[in-house]
C-alpha cells in the first residue's frame, strides 16, 4: 500500500483560497487512481473529486465544480487539490485516497471503502 501525507489546510475567509497537497510514498503513485473526500464530525465522508491515473480524467462533486481543480504529479508522487471561491460550507476535514483497481477511475458513485489508502487529513476551515 502506499502511504499517503496531506498538507495545505488552515482558515481562510470566504472566497479565498488554498491548495492542499498530497504525498505519497513509493515508487507505485502512477498505478493508483486518487481522490478527495472530506468529513465534518457527525456526517458521512464525502467524495469531493478524484483523477486517473494519468491524470486525464478527473471527476467533481456537483457542489465544488468549477471552483476545485484536481491536478497530480507523478514525478513528484503528489496530488494536489486547487480550491477557490471558499464558501464556509466548504469546511471540513479534507482527506486524499489512493485507489488500486486497474483499469478504472473511481467517481462519486464509489463509496469510500473501495479505496486502499487514506492519509490523516488536513483540516479546512471558511469564516463567514
Known amino acids: 500500500q502506499v502511504r499517503l501525507v496531506e498538507s495545505g489546510g488552515g482558515l481562510v475567509q470566504a472566497g479565498g483560497s488554498l491548495r492542499l497537497s498530497c504525498a505519497a510514498s513509493?515508487?507505485?503513485?502512477?498505478?493508483?487512481?486518487m481522490g478527495w473526500f472530506r468529513q465534518v464530525p457527525g456526517k458521512e465522508r464525502e467524495f469531493v473529486s478524484s483523477i486517473s491515473r494519468s491524470g486525464g480524467n478527473t471527476y467533481y462533486a456537483h457542489s465544488v465544480e468549477g471552483r476545485f481543480t484536481i491536478s497530480r504529479d507523478n514525478v513528484k508522487n503528489t496530488v494536489y487539490l486547487q480550491m477557490i471561491s471558499l464558501k464556509p460550507e466548504d469546511t471540513a476535514l479534507y482527506y486524499c485516497?489512493?485507489?488500486?483497481?486497474?483499469?478504472?477511475?473511481?467517481?462519486?458513485?464509489?463509496?469510500?471503502?473501495?479505496?486502499?489508502?487514506w492519509g490523516q487529513g488536513t483540516q479546512v476551515t471558511v469564516s463567514s
Open positions: 485516497a489512493a485507489y488500486s483497481r486497474t483499469g478504472y477511475t473511481p467517481t462519486e458513485y464509489d463509496p469510500p471503502g473501495e479505496y486502499d489508502s
Open positions: 513509493g515508487r507505485t503513485f502512477s498505478s493508483y487512481a
